[in-house]
């Protein structure tokens, strides 16, 4: 018995929650173990999921990325708004793409280079680009895709058998990540930085670049993610960015076992978490449970996530003075 609590970690143990709320719900919902249900459980939580993949590479690395929210918005509905107005599909989403990137890169250089705190510049920075965004770049809350996207509505609601393109989107973007952060320097120079950002800075690694690298990275999945939304819909709501989805993406990163103190955690942990809070939260809609009730919920669990998260991980005075949370 001593053995088998002792193998047990923050990961295994949420899926095992997962398992168990999977197993309840089946037996006391009706309809809830169903086809249709299950695929759409999946469908809902991808873009959530591809979000919680990109944010996961960057408190991995000691850090954190409060603008992805307002990233994935606006540069999505930029580049939509930009084919609406008779530019070239691919040609707006490359724009987009460079939008998303660039508030990857100037995240990146406030923080590795100005040495401000990951949490308070990807705060402003989010609120710079959602308020740029809606008073000089667009002026609706809502931007609709047009029928010159063509094929590219596949990517939100195509299938291949059976099985709806974001699920395949998370899967792909999950399965390029987890390789990154495994086989590539990029990747064990993010775990060392995350782990002791000194160390890495004597033993040689560019920690500057890594940090850079990092924040681009989270920035660029966020379009995807924004992208995927936005055909699944059929239009990208800016007004995203003002709702609590940034929050849910830290409570599935946080919740699946990435240690906010930095250097543990994979993509692995981002899946079990999506999955655990997916299938939760499908279960209460089931039941009727109200949105704000559901949001009260969902609070709850992070701030036992995050404390959880302390005690698995102890902040130390390093992980302080760099302004984390």
Known sequence: MNKFLNGLTQEKIVFLLFVIILVVFSLTLPGFFNAGNLVLLLQGISVLGILGVGLCVVVIGRGIDLSMAATMALSVAWALQLNINGMDLYLALAIGLGAAMLVGLIN??????????????????????????????????????????????????????????????????????????????????????????????????????????????????????GITQAMAVSSMNTRISDSLLIYEVILVVVLGGVGLSGGRGGVRNVIVGTLLIGTFLNGMTIMDVQYTTQNAIKAVILLVAIIADTMVNPRDEQTSQHGDI
């Not at 939100?156 to 390029?176: D, E, N, S, Y």
């Open 108 to 225: 990146g250089v406030l923080i590795a280079y100005a040495e401000i705190p990951p949490l308070f510049a990807t705060l402003a920075t989010g609120a710079c680009v959602y308020g740029f965004g809606r008073l000089v770049l667009i002026h609706t809350d809502l931007v609709y895709v047009t029928p010159s996207v063509g094929n590219l509505r596949f990517l939100g609601q195509g299938r291949i058998l059976t099985i709806p393109m974001p699920v395949i989107v998370f899967a792909v973007i999950a399965i390029i990540v987890g390789l990154i952060l495994r086989y590539t320097k990029f990747g064990r120079f993010t775990y060392a930085v995350g782990d002791n950002q000194e160390t890495a800075r004597v033993t040689g690694v560019s920690v500057r670049h890594v940090v850079l690298g990092q924040y681009i990275l989270a920035s660029s999945v966020a379009f995807i993610a």
